[in-house]
């Protein structure tokens, strides 16, 4: 089961820290993604993140804004995001795989969060 959180209302320019707890306790074994949703629109790939925290792939709207890391000792990753943009305004999903990292389809993601609200405003 995997529990997004840490969405909210902020401005543009502004950051914010997301959450997803995951139980279980194979939670290391899982390449772990963010995906989001925007109201109208299909969901997209916003990061993944390997087993073990040394591998990253973003998509390239956020590269270079956003950080995805994962600590396995709490069963958690993390998505941090900075110099936030209305465009990012959108519902986050974590969502978890068996299997490497290099994946942005959401098709080969097993398990998804609920999805927590992010809004920006300009």
């Known amino acids: 089961q995997l529990q997004a959180s840490g969405g909210g209302l902020v401005q543009a320019g502004d950051s914010l820290r997301l959450s997803c707890a995951a139980s279980g306790r194979t939670f290391r074994s899982y390449t772990m993604g963010w995906f989001r949703q925007a109201p109208g629109k299909e969901r997209e790939f916003v990061a993944s993140i390997n087993f073990s925290g040394s591998r990253t792939y973003y998509a390239d709207s956020v590269k270079g804004r956003f950080t995805i890391s994962r600590d396995n000792a709490k069963n958690t990753v993390y998505l941090q995001m900075n110099s936030l943009k209305p465009e990012d305004t959108a519902v986050y999903y974590c969502?978890?795989?068996?299997?490497?990292?290099?994946?942005?389809?959401?098709?080969?993601?097993?398990?998804w969060g609920q999805g927590t609200q992010v809004t920006v405003s300009s």
């Open positions: 969502a978890a795989r068996t299997g490497g990292y290099y994946y942005s389809a959401s098709l080969e993601y097993d398990y």
